[in-house]
């Protein structure tokens, strides 16, 4: 069970992290109701799955079993990970205010999912950010394929699950989120990111 509890701390980590994707999960939420920003989620969802498991295929036939390919990749990916923690806790981003907005049409559920979908995987830095950690989780769990799975099973079912979570707060408490408070929560994530690649970084030296 540790590879998934681990997984589930990166996991909660990811919740606060804000991107183009949970903005626009946030935004729905708002402006045009829970039930679609769950069906934007279920995007978003499919996407990490899909790009955690192309980064996986991919792994499998760049890493081999070394401990030196392990201790490279495994240092490559925990700084693009502290890169990543420094992106987010610099970067702002501001919801624009559409309170007031009123809908003629609204799109149907499938078209929040391939929104969602898209909008994720496009994103160069979410590629980024996969990479860097399969490179950490590899290094970590080789060549232990089952707890490296385990690790993602409990990342991206967090992830999942707080999303949830995030579009019923969000619709429920749309009057009192503003961008200043999610730019803090931006600093809070990025910070915390810094300081879990540094904490892979210095185990698998240690393993080494």
Partial sequence: ??????????????????????????QTSIHRGFKRGVFLAIGIFISDITLVALCFLGALQLID??????VFFGIIGG????????????????MYEDNNQE?????????????GFFLNFTNPFIWIFWI???????AN???????????????LLTVFSTDILKCFIANSIKQRLNSKVLVMLNHIVG??????????????LIAF
């Fill in 1 to 26: 069970m540790y590879p998934f509890l681990e997984g589930i701390i990166l996991g909660f980590t990811l919740a606060i992290m804000l991107g183009p994707a949970v903005f626009s999960l946030l």
């Fill in 79 to 94: 700084i693009i990970l502290v890169l990543f923690g420094g992106y987010t806790f610099w970067h702002k981003y501001k």
């Fill in 65 to 70: 079993d070394s401990k030196a390919n392990n």
């Fill in 191 to 204: 910070i915390l990111l810094i300081l879990f690649g540094l904490a892979l970084i210095v185990r698998v």
């Fill in 141 to 155: 769990y080789s060549p232990d394929n089952d707890k490296i799975i385990e690790f993602f099973l409990g990342t």
């Fill in 132 to 138: 860097g950690v399969m490179g950490l989780v590899k």
């Fill in 103 to 115: 809908e003629v049409k609204k799109p149907s559920l499938i078209t929040y999912i391939l929104k």
